[in-house]
């Protein structure tokens, strides 16, 4: 019997003519093995059972975390450049706990709590108080140091001081300004302090043993008036006994924030390093009083790779601060010289091609594209 005749049926593609043998052997195969390949043609009840979902997802994780030909569709969202590396880890050193010991020991905790019939009295008539320092102090101990380098990460604290490099901050660093009348000025994470209520050096603590050495410094990424990719260093001080930071060596007193006005909100960043030993920071000494922004002129990362040998670090906190009056008596009186002023310059407003059936847009959406100089509705 003969061979049935194969006939090759042409059709116009983009004015030119092509056969659909010749594009099946343009198709290229592919590069590895299909997802779920292993799965095709097979009958349900002929594949692995699992008892429970742990075991399940266990497989599962497993399956996920080798390297595949193909990509996600997560993948296709969020495509990675080249250009990005992973960031390199800087920070102390960490020793994750066994989970197996954290689970026994909430499940003690769990077994006190349901066991103690006054807890549950207090509970049920809503006088029970939670005690909000324990709390705090059981976050920062457990998940607060990822949570902080997540929301330097969102402000960029890493990327404009180290670069490509990034820590956890595994130190707990409290810093507050004392605003006067028995009040104080905390600073957090991204929280605003005025200038005037940063005019005098903060009250800086933090858990340390007595025989550990440490350096605090505090910089400002965003005031420079002419280098953006310098800082100006407001406050450094080296071989910090403990946690006694004015027993320190004052390597550059403090200077108040000045944020010149109309450069919006500053960055002011408080770093922790802990020192392996005793560092000679003799050359990074600044006279005392130091009204030179040329001397405080500094860079975080020239300072690491300098030092790299002998401070890691392990505490952070920052603040935004944003210009006022008091900024005027620092530019006249302390650095002598006169106040900057920026005006800026918002650029024209972009309004998108005009849709011919507007669906789903407010009411006045035809008012941006009126040929008027009348002022419009709303802010578009």
């Not at 918002?346 to 091609?353: E, G, I, N």
Request: net charge positive; proline share 8%.
């Amino acid at each position: 019997m003969a061979a049935p005749l194969v006939r090759a049926v042409r059709r116009p593609v983009s004015g030119r003519m092509i056969s659909t043998a010749a594009a099946l052997c343009r198709r290229a195969a592919p590069l590895g093995p299909l997802p779920n390949e292993q799965f095709e043609g097979k009958d349900l009840q002929s594949l692995k059972k699992y008892r429970s979902f742990k075991k399940y997802k266990r497989v599962a994780e497993a399956e996920m975390k080798k390297p595949v030909w193909w990509k996600t569709y997560r993948q296709y969202l969020q495509p990675r450049n080249d250009e990005e590396s992973e960031k390199v880890d800087i920070g102390l050193p960490y020793l994750v706990p066994s989970s197996t010991k954290l689970k026994k020991a909430r499940k003690e905790i769990w077994k006190d709590i349901h066991s103690n019939a006054e807890l549950e009295r207090a509970a049920r008539r809503r006088t029970l108080y939670i005690p909000l320092d324990e709390v705090r102090a059981e976050w920062e101990r457990t998940c607060g140091p990822h949570h902080i380098q997540r929301v330097a990460e969102h402000y960029g604290v890493y990327k404009d001081l180290f670069g490509e490099a990034t820590f956890v901050p595994r130190v707990a660093l409290r810093v507050q300004y004392n605003a006067g009348h028995d009040t104080v000025m905390p600073v957090y994470y991204g929280n605003v302090v005025t200038p005037s209520e940063a005019a005098v050096a903060p009250e800086v603590t933090f858990d340390a043993q007595e025989d550990s050495l440490w350096t605090l410094l505090m910089t400002n990424p965003d005031g420079h008036l002419r280098d953006t990719g310098s800082e100006y260093v407001h406050w450094l001080v080296g071989n910090i006994p403990g946690n006694q930071v004015l027993s320190g060596e004052e390597i550059c007193h403090y200077i108040p924030t000045f944020p010149a006005k109309g450069t919006g909100y500053h960055r002011y960043i408080f770093i922790l390093f802990k020192q392996e030993e005793r560092i000679d920071y003799t050359e990074e000494m600044r006279p005392n009083p130091c009204h030179s922004l040329k001397l405080r002129t500094f860079k975080t990362l020239d300072f690491c790779r300098k030092y790299e040998q002998k401070i890691t670090p392990g505490g952070l906190a920052f603040f935004q601060c944003k210009w006022d009056d008091s900024v005027t008596q620092v530019f006249h009186h302390l650095l002598n010289m006169k106040e900057p002023i920026f005006e800026h310059q918002f650029p024209p407003r972009y309004h998108p091609t005009q849709k011919k059936f507007p669906h789903s847009q407010p009411l006045r959406y035809l008012d941006r594209y009126r040929d008027s100089d009348e002022p419009t509705y709303g802010i578009y």
